[in-house]
């Protein structure tokens, strides 16, 4: 049974006893001349919380533990299996009923945090794209550097502080990827001096390099 098929059969059988409820709070909702589409559930939830305090001898059940609730229902019909049982069905709905918002709050909250790793995994697609498009520029004009830690070291700095990456990168990038002065076999291709010159040199490719 689902959730909005038991609100309507708990709220029919606390209706079908109206006529004893003297002085309770009014249960105003004829559930046989409605379906389940049309069945106002918050409405009768509201009016069965109302006359469930007045059975319980509280006067609302909003700021009352729920393992008062029941002991308040277990002691006080004892012997008066009927409404104990009513009740019990009553306090068991309204578990159902928080199991579901928890659900649906969790299914929110997972929805939220997909939501926000799709962002994040766009965000970093796209600045690899723009890494790599400026790493091939530079390797383009064979720079003695690894450019694409140049680009993404750079990158990181300016989530930091826009201004100083490129006022780095356009007076010493070694800073971000140092200028390489041996190659793959360890054999020295760049004199100190001459790496100092690359430096430079990159520095102000890098400073007319656009999109």
Not at 88 to 107: A, G, I, P, T, W
Not at 151 to 167: G, L, S
Not at 174 to 202: C, H, M, W
Request: charged residues 25%.
């Amino acid at each position: 049974m689902s959730i909005s098929d038991k609100v309507i059969h708990i709220y029919q059988r606390f209706y079908a006893q109206k006529g004893v409820l003297n002085g309770a709070p009014t249960l105003t909702i004829n559930a046989d001349s409605l379906g389940v589409a049309e069945f106002p559930t918050d409405k009768a939830m509201t009016e069965l919380d109302g006359v469930a305090a007045y059975l319980m001898g509280l006067p609302g059940l909003k700021n009352i533990p729920f393992d008062r609730q029941v002991k308040i229902v277990k002691e006080s019909y004892q012997g008066q299996a009927f409404w104990q049982e009513l009740l019990f069905d009553y306090l068991s709905l309204k578990l159902d009923l928080e199991e579901e918002q928890l659900q649906k709050k969790s299914e929110e909250i997972a929805d939220k945090v997909r939501m926000t790793q799709y962002q994040i995994n766009e965000h970093e697609a796209h600045e690899e794209e723009i890494i790599n498009h400026y790493a091939a520029k530079i390797a383009k004009e064979k720079f003695h550097v690894d450019a694409v830690s140049l680009i993404r070291n750079y990158m990181k700095m300016i989530r930091k502080d826009p201004k100083r990456a490129w006022e780095v990168l356009t007076t010493n990038p070694a800073y971000f990827s140092p200028i390489k002065v041996t190659d793959e076999r360890g054999k020295t291709v760049l004199s100190p001096s001459q790496a100092t010159a690359e430096n430079a040199r990159l520095a102000k490719f890098l400073k007319t390099l656009k999109g």
